[in-house]
């Protein structure tokens, strides 16, 4: 919550620590109850969703403890279908809609939720899924100590959290249950910057943390049993106060589990969102004093470009490439232009910044509007008239989804099993190979190490890793200061200049320690990829890994006095050649140019319902289907991906007796360098069909 106002008496305090176009229709088929709600995987419900829009400071607004929509409103004006369509004329495909319920909720052990409540949240979110918005819908101010009647507390003493999870589990079963017939455009978001209300560093308090995971996955829990299409519908979660360093560090994050959900969901594929905010650094992004510590009306260094991406990377590393979809539920920067006129165009490049680093790592941003204008404000539109106040924001954030995205490459973190050893933070020197030198690797003048920081720790300046060889009796050592402030950055690297070349018979000996006096590592504090043997042309001439590791000598087991040995799994792959590449895109090409949907029909039999069919095309992957009130498709009012060949619409903005257009196309798919599957079409049919409306 960023009020970022005091507003008819009542105070926020705020903290902040941190393609594909549906419509806005639900599919329904003649008979498949899974028509009714289309599974959409990481991949398309992030490009479904971005960019977002907050519509802050309405239905989570409260005073002395009963919510109240208009009392953080200079224009005392409720949300309006109008508002949102504004929104959605400027480029905006999802809507997060902010919620608290304090004093709407009734006493135990029911905890009854105020019919009228739960009703103009229903109005509210059909204003956005009948414009075709993806709804992100929450339980927000409910776990704030810091607004009067907040309940969801994790700090709360150890007997009452029983009393807490009671009624957060009988609230989100109402909420379910209300919205369990609602397609794949709402997505539930469980509770909103949860924490203690004190603790914005990393000394957190492992007890209150284990509360909030236990509240995830009540949530996960209870929304999944409520059946329907909840039982597949894609939820989102926060970590510790949404802060990302505290939810993809080790600070005490757990993923709930998902054991309730659809069996139609792939077992390889998640349902799960992790909600994160970010308002970094804050003295530009949130902080109206200019006398206070950290106050600035500037951005833009390199320095500070580089910090967006650094912290999307953390998030991408530890969720993304794992199949969880990143939110940033909130993000943004407030109106400084009393302070420099310039401040219009900071924040341009600032939201811009953010989307391009988030588009590139599959996040998706959500900018917080809290319906202020002027000095210190969030908004980018009026809430009176419903009109743009910072179109060249908006314009900024639209043109980080032109084109292709920025460029993105990420060394994953390699799993501490297929590590050729793992330095602790210790006095003494830990060996990573030994042996006798073979023909491979005489002349060697260098060695490299190569090698990842604990997903916990930051290679910095304070993070040193001491190398060491001993070649035929000849010490060397260096040590290798920190340079990266990127927390579990992989792939570091240490170059060592030999005191003489190595000759084949030299005994050897490489080792590596550290004292990390920054030392937050719980386990390891770095993890030795491989060791490099470099020439004196510069050429590598040989590498030694796990999979290649000397043997050390055999050791008898004591039981069976055999020799015992182990298994070396084989090295991760984390990415695709670019031959192995452009051979799939090719094949995937070629197959698509030849497609044709030779046979398309279109039909009306019930009022406000068109079915379209078409006939099998070989080699598809799905297809897309689009339908228009024009036939130049200028106004599409569906554009839909599935792999059946039958797709039925119902909605109320199908007019009766109204003629729409209809065309189709196929599909086939290829994986990109990083696995993801990417998309190659077909043209659409040739023949468009139209249908008039019953």
């Known amino acids: ?31 498949p109850a899974n028509d009714v709600f289309d599974n959409l995987n990481q991949e398309q419900i992030t490009n479904a969703m971005e960019p977002g829009w907050n519509v802050g400071n309405q239905l989570e607004a409260s005073d002395k403890g009963t919510p109240d929509e208009t009392i953080w409103q200079p224009s005392k004006k409720q949300i309006t279908p109008e508002l949102i369509k504004a929104v959605k004329a400027q480029g905006f495909k999802s809507i997060r809609i902010p919620i608290s319920y304090l004093s709407k909720i009734g006493a135990a052990p029911n905890y009854t939720i105020d019919a009228a409540w739960l009703d103009r949240i229903k109005e509210v979110v059909d204003y956005c899924v009948n414009e075709g918005l993806y709804a992100i819908i929450n339980m927000h101010g409910d776990g704030y100590n810091s607004v009067q009647g907040g309940w969801l507390l994790c700090n709360a003493p150890d007997e009452k959290q029983p009393e807490i999870k009671a009624k957060y589990a009988a609230c989100w079963e109402q909420i379910a249950n209300k919205f369990k017939d609602y397609d794949e455009h709402l997505i539930f978001e469980s509770m909103n910057e949860e924490f203690d209300g004190v603790t914005h560093g990393k000394n957190v308090n492992k007890t209150y943390y284990s509360n909030i995971n236990a509240y995830n996955q009540t949530f996960v829990d209870t929304v999944r049993k409520t059946g329907g299409n909840n039982a597949k519908r894609w939820l989102l979660i926060p970590g510790w106060n949404t802060n990302i360093e505290l939810t993809v560090g080790d600070y005490g994050f757990a993923l709930p589990t998902d054991t309730n959900r659809d069996p139609s969901i792939p077992a390889g594929e998640q349902r799960i969102m992790i909600s994160v905010h970010y308002y970094d650094p804050y003295g530009f992004c949130g902080t109206e004093n200019p006398s206070e510590v950290g106050y600035t009306a500037v951005w833009g260094t390199d320095t500070e470009k580089k910090a967006i991406r650094d912290q999307f990377t953390r998030c991408y590393v530890s969720f993304v490439s794992k199949g969880y979809p990143v939110v940033i539920g909130e993000y943004g920067a407030i109106d400084k ?19 391009k680093a988030a588009r590139a790592r599959g996040l998706v941003p959500v900018y917080w509007d809290n319906g202020f204008n002027g000095n210190n404000g969030f908004a980018l539109f009026d809430r009176e008239t419903n009109e743009v106040t910072q179109q060249g924001m908006i314009d900024s954030i639209m043109a980080a989804y032109e084109g292709e995205p920025e460029p993105f490459e990420v060394d994953i973190p390699l799993d501490k099993s297929q590590a050729l050893a793992l330095i602790y933070a210790s006095k003494n020197a830990t060996t990573i190979i030994k042996g006798t030198a073979d023909a491979s690797m005489a002349g060697a003048v260098k060695v490299r190490y190569l090698f990842d920081c604990a997903s916990d720790v930051a290679f910095n300046q304070y993070s040193e890793i001491d190398m060491f060889a001993n070649v035929a009796g000849t010490e060397t050592a260096k040590v290798i200061m920190g340079s990266s402030d990127l927390t579990g950055a992989a792939k570091c690297e240490g170059v060592m200049e030999l005191a003489k070349p190595i000759k084949a018979g030299d005994s050897y000996t490489f080792s590596a320690s550290t004292l990390s ?37 055999v050791k008898n087991n004591p039981v069976t006095n055999s020799p015992t040995t182990t298994k ?15 051979k799939a895109k090719d094949k995937a090409t070629k197959a698509m140019k030849q497609a044709k949907i030779t046979k398309l029909t279109a039909k009306s039999k019930a009022k406000k319902k068109i079915t379209v069919s078409w006939k099998k095309v070989k080699n598809a992957k799905g297809y897309q289907v689009q339908v228009a009130a024009k036939k130049n498709f200028k106004k599409s009012i569906l554009k839909k991906f599935t792999n059946k060949t039958k797709l039925t619409v119902k909605s109320s903005k199908i007019k009766s007796k109204k003629t729409y257009y209809v065309r189709a196309r196929a599909y086939a798919t290829y994986k990109d360098k990083n696995g993801k599957a990417q998309k190659v079409y077909s043209k659409w049919s040739k023949k468009v069909r139209k249908i008039k409306a019953k």
């Open 517 to 553: 006096w920054k030392n937050d590592a719980k386990d390891y504090v770095y993890l030795i990829r491989c060791i490099e043997f470099i020439d004196a042309n510069g050429n590598v001439i040989k590498t030694i890994d796990k999979s290649n590791k000397p043997s050390e000598p």
């Open 568 to 582: 070396t799994p084989p090295a991760k792959k984390t990415t695709i050649s670019p031959a192995a590449v452009k």
């Open 1 to 31: 919550m960023k009020l970022k106002r005091i507003i008819a008496g009542v105070s926020a305090v705020v903290m902040a620590v941190s393609a594909m176009s549906f419509s806005a229709f639900s599919t329904v088929a003649d008979e």
């Open 337 to 355: 232009t009393y302070n420099n006129p310039d401040s219009a165009t900071y924040r341009a490049l600032y939201v811009s910044e953010v989307c």
